[in-house]
Structures are given as C-alpha cells and as structure tokens.
C-alpha cells in the first residue's frame, strides 16, 4: 500500500508530464508497428544516427536548473529527420524516423539509469514528439523526387522546408514546456511561451542549425559527415558542461552566505529560502523573465545578511520586530556587502530597496525594481506566520492587506494573495 501511495505522489508530482508520456509512448509504438510492417530502409543511416541518439541522450546534462540538455540527441534527431539527398537514395518516412529516435533514447537513457545517473523521461518525451512535428513537415514539404543538386529552387526550397522543419520543432516543443510551467508554477501562460521561446532562440537555434548542417553534410558526404559534425557539437557541450557546474558552485556560495544569517541567529532555520520560495511564486505570478527570476531568487535568499552588523538578533528571526531606520540601515549594509563579490550589482540593487515603504520608494520612483516589493511582502509573509509572530495565514494577509499603497506594493500584495489562494504553503 505504501508503494501504491508513493507512485499516486509521483504522478501527481508530474502532472500533465503523464499525458506527454503516454503520447510520446503511444507515438513510439505505432511507429515501431508500422516500421516492422513496412520494412527499414537505409539500414547504416538508421544505426548510424540512432548510435549518435543513444550516445547524446547518454551524455545529457542539466544547464538551467529547469531540464536536462541533450544537444547530441536533439540535432542527430532533427538530422535524420531532415536527412534528403544524392547520397540517400531512399529518404526514411516518418514512421521511420520517430522509431529509430524512439529506440535509440530507450537505449540511451538505460545506462544511465542503471548507473543511477539523473534522466528525465518527460523530456525525452517531449524531444521525441518535437522531432515527429519536424519529420511530419519536412516530409510534407520536400517531394520524393526533389532533385536538390539540380535547379537552384529545388535547393531553395529544400533549405526553406529544413529551417520550417526546424522550427515546427522548437515551437511545439515550446507550447508543451509552457504549458507545464503554467501547470507547475502557476504562470501567466503567456509569459512562459515567451520564455521557452527565448530559450528556443538561444539554444535550441544552435541543435537545430546543427541538425541541418548534419542532414546536409551527410546528404553529400555520405556517412564520414556525421564525425565531422559531431566533433564541434561534443566542444560545445564540454563548454555547456563546464557553465553549467560553475552556476551550480555559484549558487551553493550564495545559498551558504544566506545561511550565514541563520548560524548566528539573525534568522530563523530556514527562513531565507522559505522567503527565496514564496519570492520566486510571486515572480512565476508576475512574469518574470527568468534572468529577473534569478536576482529575485538570490536578493531573497540575501536580504538577511545586513542584519549580522546590527547589535542583536531579532526574536525568532523577525526583523518586523525592529525599528525602520535599523531594517533600512541592514538592508544598505547587505547591499553593500552583496556588491563586493562584484557580479552581483542587480541583486545588491534590490536587497538595498527591499525594506523601502512602497509609499515613499516605488511608487514615486519607477528607478526602484518591482523585485524589492516583492522581497518585502514575501518576507513579511515568512515572518507573520513563522516563527516571530505565528499567525495564520489569513491573518498574516490580512495585517499585510492593512498594509497596501503604504508599506507594500499594491501589485504584489494582489499576486500574493492569487499564489496564497492557489494553495501555496512552505
């Protein structure tokens, strides 16, 4: 019983990633059924591009702290979705296509979970159906007697159904991830879609430029082009690797520096992050770009540190208890402090203002960023009902409520009580 109510939470946990699975699933298998009826076509490109889906999805690697990365899998995917050419005499159909990249992640993603290596079966999912959209349009555009190395508007056309192909892609990839963010963190869906779309144009542009350059360059070449391209696409995601562990040994330092506050008693154990969390639901509710995401997040965890120069701690950590001019002193200092690791001025900026009465700070000056609000009710909230003063929750919005145009920001006062409303609890 235990085990059956563990899986209820997983699926819950996972939301609408249940439904993206099972299409995925679905997807995968009517593929494989009509492959075997229909027999396989170019049997070397087939185990050629699966071996480089297997090997990307077994390398993957986590980038953004919101899903794992596999530029290998993705572009050798679009590649063989795209892959039309002299050197291929028989183009794979798209039944081909979403079995052979189906196969190939089964394969790749088993090692790793053997090795108990983190692996997302969401977002091979989600890669999966992406590249069926990719196959189902290029297929739709480019006939089976395209002569590409003939006219220049077959050539034309060959590339302009490539860069479609493409971005049918990332657009559906983008709609799905969008709706899960909408479903996770309770976002505006617009402001998700924009964000998975600029994530879209940073990195995914890059996988699928590199998945037509493969489709390209095996078209002509023949099977010595994939080497050739795979060799520049394992560098760049050394060089992912490489960022991706130095933001996660920047955010520890900040996340230790947060704890700082708590070892000496200026905070409660956890207060910093309950603040980070309930500032980071805030911003999800506001739209926030995910770069103003991060200050946030960060001048949260942060905003404490000011209070190691004054004298005492505050009871239970709740720096409400303390006059205004010492609040306002410890968040310049903070500020200060926070400015001196020199690469974390927009953070600084926002601590510094966080105890500013909205009345007397934003609301006469736009200069003033919306994330200082945000910290100050979000703190507030922490302390109403934690620690300091125990209050329930709707008590603790109604003494912020008392509260608005004054001391709070309006907006985030309104968008505290959405998130409060959805359910949201520490």
Known sequence: MAGNMTEGLELRRMGSGVIIVAAGVALAFIAIILTAREGMTEWSYALTFGALIAIGEMVQFRVDRIRNRAPIATSAALG????RGPSVEFPPDVAQIVAVTAVATVAGLLPRAIAGLGWDIVVSSRRGISVACAAAVFAALVPSDLDWTGRWQDALWLAGAMLLAVLSAGISDALIGAGQATERHNRPFPAA???????????GLAMGISGILLACGTALLGLWAPPLVVVPLLLTQFAFRRFASAQR??????????RSTEIAGFSSPGQNARTA???VALGHDLGLAPPRMEALEYAALLSGVGQLALADPSPGGASLLRTREERQRAAEIGASVIERSGVLDHVAEIVRHSNDPYRHGRANNADIPLESGIVNVALAYEQLVGEGTGQSPGKAMESIGLGIGAEYDPVVVESLRRVIGRGFDF
Do not use: F, P
């Not at 924009?194 to 879209?200: G, S």
């Not at 040994?249 to 947060?258: E, I, K, L, N």
């Open 249 to 258: 040994t920047y955010r520890t330092t900040v996340r230790s520096m947060a």
């Open 193 to 203: 879609l924009r964000d998975e779309l600029l994530v879209m144009g940073r990195i």
């Open 277 to 279: 969390q309930l500032a």
């Open 80 to 83: 063989y979705a795209m892959l």
